[in-house]
């Protein structure tokens, strides 16, 4: 076991070695100067030179590499260079609005395509089963920022009784709550197709085993035989699958956050890449590497634990 | 593992997601009711931007939203743009100019305090004005102030400001947020923590969302101040700032980008839609340092090939057609539409002689701006009619700030130049057209020394008829500034003669 989990951390780390080169070139590369983008079309040269300098522009890359991971390892990532304020104190202001917008969008999503899915399932090739799949196939296609300007047009235009967009701040944590809740939902649109679909094809296949066909021969009630046997081992792969989506969530609150106005994360990659705050890039690009890494992690420790077959293999 | 864990770990996730359901639940039900029950607060005004300010000292960086939320409701200037774009006084009750132009006389403004409590004298002025233009100054308007010798405190309530050559537009320029008199106590800290002598303090920021502005209780005359709280919201998205509008979320939009939304507004009783001028002279920005644009020829005819009409029209018919770089507003503005005018026959046969019987391929390079998108597919067509084949490739800002500014790595561009008084771009030694008429630094020197405005005004209109003649660039027309907001809110200013938002003479009716 302790070998199973020593290994797994290692590649972890190689993994994210790697990434931080691959961050550090990308932002690198980005055509734009950081200093013409700050000081404008008005600025004399030896302004921009002036400010260059002053910003550690003019540094040979590899300084310029090594000053970043000196930083992440002393957790000092810097100053933002367009607003001024600490990076660490501007992604962790934006942290406490898309995490929770994820985990509300995460939440909602299990909450409805679970029971979606084990109902499509139980009514496999019937026109409940098809009406499930027909919605899941619109939630697909339906982009997530126009299902939530929609929302906002009915929900809080229309009959106000939500916000149409900003975030009050968790001072006011009833409002916060109540601000999130038409961004969770477009958010997690995509998510509950895609859920609803990994349930009932994962309950297709448990209800196939032998022992669900022992249940029911015994005489077990139909909801015991899809709730107690199928849907517990149906809900492994859901959970690996909900895992992976946390991932995309975090992407697609950047389109969400932008039509609903939340100070969140995304809305803070999109401004640092078009003010070129570069060192904001990095340090975010950087944390989110490091949180999927976590992520996968925990999960292949969860299957070690859950299931002892990958312990013996790896 | 045994299931018991496992019925732990799924009944522990089930009772979350139940919980998170049930909050949802109970925060809207507990919201609605408080939101019915606010009424709206008269001495409180919530206002939407759609860029947000990376800092809040217009002395450290360019962006306009920086001027639209701190000049001059926090920080003053020496002279104040009115609502016309007429200079008044400031921080400066008055100003008395030398003969040869070259030394300006300040009188300072008695009573005024700085919002941390220090009283306003000279030596502020002068720390301020020597920032602007010394050497290390990273000011982004350092060139418009290079002119200045020195600053001199002749008592505590009179500057003399001395010039090494005369500059007609420096009131104007002393007048901007880009030269705001700032104390030396607080001025490195102004980028976050903001204090000036203006109506109104700083009083929070939440990045990405909104910045928060209180009457200030310093303020020499706070009679004058009927709004206690203003708010600067951060909207970036079009439909996102309609849906605040409609939802009662923002009373006003003094900016409004989207000019296709606008209609749905206009049948809105709750609102009144306010056109006006803006500074911003959209321009099809042109190569003249590049072949085949620095044949006069080629630029003519790409003059007689545009149509103003059509390409107003794609901005919901807001917008003036210009005919040379100077807004129609001014009072030294000249109709240069005539100059060449619309005419496909004529373009073809100037291409023709200058040897382009068949045109020839150009990019078009666009930077992501509604009115550049929205003028650019327009533009390649009109060009393809006279047989300019584009491309067009659309670029972020920086890309196009190195690329196409920097580089001059273009042919064809369209950008909006929104600075008042910029015809002196077409003076300047390798700005990004590639202009280079001595006929034209001659006139602008002229425009410089002139210190009869009424002389001047005669010699911007000679300025502007070289610039349209050259056919430097293609040019469209004026921007439109869109306003929105609440009927029953008095004040704001129709017209943007500069990036600001003067609060001091707003109020709800």
Partial sequence: MLEFLSRRLAAALVTLVLATIVVFAVVEVLPGDPALVMLGTDARPDTLAALRAKYGFDQPLLTRYLQWIGGLLTFNLGNSHAYGTSVSKLIGDRLVVTLPLSALALGWAALVAIPLGVFAAWKHRRPGDWGVMGFTQIGISVPNFWFGIVLVLAFAVTWQWFPAGGFPGWQEPLKSVHALILPALSLSLGEIAILTRVTRSAMLDTLREDYVRTARAKGATERRVLFHHALRNALIPVTTVAGLIAGFLVAGAVIIESVFRLPGVGQLVYDSINNRDLIVIKNVVILFTILVLTVNLLVDLAYALLDPRPRIRA | ?509
């Fill in chain 2, 1 to 509: 593992m045994d299931s018991l864990s496992r019925r732990h770990l799924f009944g522990a996730a089930g009772t979350l997601m139940g919980a998170l359901a049930t909050l949802s639940v109970l925060g809207a039900d507990a919201l609605i009711s408080e939101a019915r029950a606010q009424g709206p607060a008269k001495d409180r005004l919530v206002i939407g931007i759609s860029l947000e300010p990376p800092v809040l000292d217009p002395t450290k960086n360019a962006a306009a939203a920086i001027r639209e939320v701190t000049t001059p409701s926090i920080y003053e200037s020496l002279g104040r743009i009115d609502r016309n774009g007429a200079i008044g006084p400031g921080l400066a009750e008055s100003w008395s100019i030398s003969e040869d132009g070259k030394e300006y006389l300040f009188k300072l403004r008695p009573g005024v305090t700085f919002h941390n409590g220090e009283p306003f004298d000279a030596s502020m002025v002068k720390f301020s004005l020597d920032r602007l233009f010394a050497a290390d100054s990273t000011n982004p308007a350092k060139s418009l102030y290079t002119d200045i010798d020195k600053v001199e405190i002749v008592d505590p309530a009179t500057v003399k400001v001395t010039l090494k050559s005369p500059n007609s537009f420096l009131l104007y320029s002393l007048s901007l947020g880009d030269a705001a008199i700032m104390t030396p106590k607080t001025a490195p800290t102004n980028d976050k923590s903001p204090v000036g002598t203006g109506p109104f303090v700083f009083k929070e920021r939440k990045e990405g969302d909104s910045i928060t502005l209180e009457k200030s209780p310093t303020y020499r005359d706070p009679g004058s101040i009927k709004l206690n709280t203003v708010i600067f919201k951060i909207v970036k998205d079009p439909s996102a700032q309609v849906n605040a509008l409609l939802a009662g979320d923002i009373d006003a939009f003094p900016g409004f980008q989207a000019p296709e939304l606008v209609e749905r507004l206009k049948k809105d009783p709750r609102f009144a839609v306010v056109i006006g001028t803006t500074e911003g002279e959209v321009i099809l920005a042109t190569n003249n340092g590049k072949k085949p644009f620095n044949d006069l020829k080629v630029r003519q005819a790409i003059a007689h090939a545009i149509n103003r009409e059509e390409l107003i029209s794609a901005e919901s018919g807001y917008g003036v057609p210009i005919g040379s770089h100077f807004a129609p507003h001014n009072k030294a503005y000249v109709d240069l539409t005539k100059t060449y005018p619309f005419d496909i026959a004529k373009a073809k046969a100037l291409l023709a002689e200058a040897g382009y019987p068949n045109g020839f391929e150009a990019t078009l390079k666009l930077p992501p701006v509604g009115y550049a998108q929205r003028a650019g597919e327009v533009m390649a067509n009109q060009l393809g009619k006279i047989g300019i084949k584009i491309a067009i490739s659309s670029l972020q800002w920086p890309q196009w700030l190195s690329e196409v500014f920097k580089e001059r790595n273009y042919d064809l561009t369209i950008v909006a130049h929104t600075e008042a008084n910029d015809l002196d771009r077409y003076a300047r030694d390798g700005y990004y057209w590639g202009y280079d008429s001595p006929e034209f630094k001659a006139k602008w020197r002229e425009v410089l020394a002139a210190t009869d405005f009424t002389k001047r005004d005669e010699l911007l209109k000679e300025a502007q008829r070289i610039v349209s003649r050259d056919a430097v660039n293609g040019f469209l027309f004026q921007l439109a500034k869109i306003g929105v907001w609440k009927k029953d809110l008095v004040g704001l200013w129709e017209n943007s003669p500069t990036p600001q938002v003067d609060l001091t003479g707003v109020y709800w009716k």
